[in-house]
């Protein structure tokens, strides 16, 4: 779904002056499955365009499918009579409020193993990884493949643009009454190792004992993909300048302090080949390499162009979309934890008697300020002995404090892997060993 430029310029035209537009054109090739056996497969075209309009410290806003000039005229109507209804604002917030157009952004070569990819590629990956399998497993997932369109442009003449690819494939193989999960994910198809995805379901599914629950402290190897989960919620929250300004970030005050342990650092860089690559944040700001935490040390935070004044006076480029129904505030987009020296037998000699976390689920913030979450596990959990897994453990559900979790890290593995959220575009992380405390078993 490529966007014309004389498209957007004519929209604007119509909005006239202060107007800005962010628009997305997704494409979405999915296949589906469940019992082993394919239950979906479809595409899906959508162009969304985001509209707001600033004069004189007053703003509205809304949402079109289509650059249609008919349809942008009624929108420019109803946003011209809002305006006009509106108070004048003397607030200070109205000038920076504009997208910054200096710069240079990153270019982004669309992959071409997901632009011009045949259906049957999908098809493959998936008789692939269920072929694999022993016959008695049950395999349930899905393969999608994502061709994003953006522009971010304005009246002032700001006009940036993109088109950005990802692939990803989950399976889930359940076996005996057990379960155990992928996902992979990168923003070229070609590099999915899918034919490792049978061999890693297979070894996760070994047949074990099934161990009663634990209840006390102990130590807990959480896997990348738990790890994935918990640093985009923890970065969600807490190191974002406007949580930091407001007081609602756990970190707020602390620049420059040892705020987790000195074995994790912590960077948001949309340039990174590591991760999904991205150029421009929803404001048309460029993304910037920003460091976040160094060897535990908080060194910075991410920023729009209103909170641009906590980050050297430059925004980082992570103002999110207007309407965004995680809020309005910026929060990091591609984080990368740094990976570690240690192997996974070596994470799970080091972690002796204790919880492996493959995945944590359903991960929610019961109080931000202090990082209090809840969440459950899910899929292969496992109980370790002397360093050895040696049972299935039951799924269980968590209540903690991530600050205090990435406190407790002991050690971090030496291999990471790409991961997504539905608020966060891309995060790499390793797996990491947490001590015995924060995480409670009850």
């Excluded at 912590?266 to 990174?272: F, I, K, Q, R, S």
């Excluded at 984080?335 to 996974?344: F, H, K, P, R, V």
Aim: aromatic share 4%; glycine share 10%; with cysteine.
């Amino acid at each position: 779904m490529s966007i014309e430029r004389t498209d957007i310029e004519q929209a604007l035209e119509i909005l006239g002056p202060g107007s800005r537009l962010d628009v997305l054109g997704e494409n979405a090739d999915l296949l589906r499955y469940a019992e082993s056996e394919i239950t979906a497969q479809h595409s899906e075209r959508r162009l969304r365009v985001r509209v707001k309009v600033n004069r004189d410290g007053r703003i509205a806003g809304g949402t079109l499918e289509t650059l249609d000039p008919e349809a942008v005229r009624v929108l420019a109507d109803r946003l011209n009579a809002a305006l006009a209804e509106l108070p004048p604002s003397d607030s200070t917030d109205s000038a920076s409020d504009q997208p910054v157009a200096d710069g240079e952004q990153v270019p982004v070569e669309p992959a071409k193993s997901i632009v011009d990819c045949d259906p049957a590629v999908r098809h493959e990956w998936f008789s692939t990884v269920r072929d694999g399998l022993d016959p008695a497993a049950r395999l349930g997932g899905a393969i999608r493949y994502d061709v994003l369109d953006r522009v971010v442009a304005d009246s002032t003449g700001l006009f940036r643009s993109e088109t950005l690819t990802k692939a990803s494939i989950q399976a889930i193989a359940k076996q005996d009454g057990q379960s155990a999960s992928v996902k992979l994910v990168h923003r070229d198809a070609d590099l999915i190792p899918v034919g490792d995805i049978p061999g890693r379901l297979r070894e996760a599914l070994r047949p074990l004992p099934v161990r009663e629950k634990f209840q006390g402290s102990c130590r807990v190897l959480l896997k990348p993909s738990a790890v994935n989960t918990l640093i985009a919620t923890f970065g969600l929250w807490a190191l974002g300048a406007q949580h930091y300004a407001s007081g609602r970030s756990v970190l707020t005050g602390r620049l420059g302090e040892q705020v987790v342990s000195e074995n994790l650092t912590l960077v948001d860089d949309a340039t990174d080949a590591s991760g999904l690559l991205s150029g421009f944040d929803a404001e048309g700001n460029v993304r910037r390499r920003t460091p976040l935490i160094e060897r535990g040390v908080l060194t910075g935070l991410v920023s729009d162009r209103r909170r641009a004044g906590l980050t050297g006076g430059v925004p980082t480029g992570h103002a999110v979309p207007d309407g965004w129904r995680f809020g309005g505030d910026p929060v990091p987009s591609h984080l990368l934890l740094d990976a570690g020296d240690a192997t996974e037998d070596e994470l799970l000699a080091e972690c002796g008697s204790g919880l492996v976390v493959n995945r944590l689920d359903y991960l929610r913030v019961l109080h931000p300020k202090q990082t209090l979450v809840t969440g459950t596990t899910r899929d292969a959990t496992y109980w370790a002995e002397d360093g050895k897994v040696v049972a299935w453990h039951p799924q269980l559900r968590f209540t903690f404090r991530m600050d205090e979790v990435l406190n407790a890290v002991l050690a971090v593995g030496a291999v990471r892997e790409i991961g997504d959220q539905t608020f966060m575009d891309s995060v790499v992380t390793p797996s990491l060993l947490i001590e015995a405390g924060p995480l409670v078993l009850t």
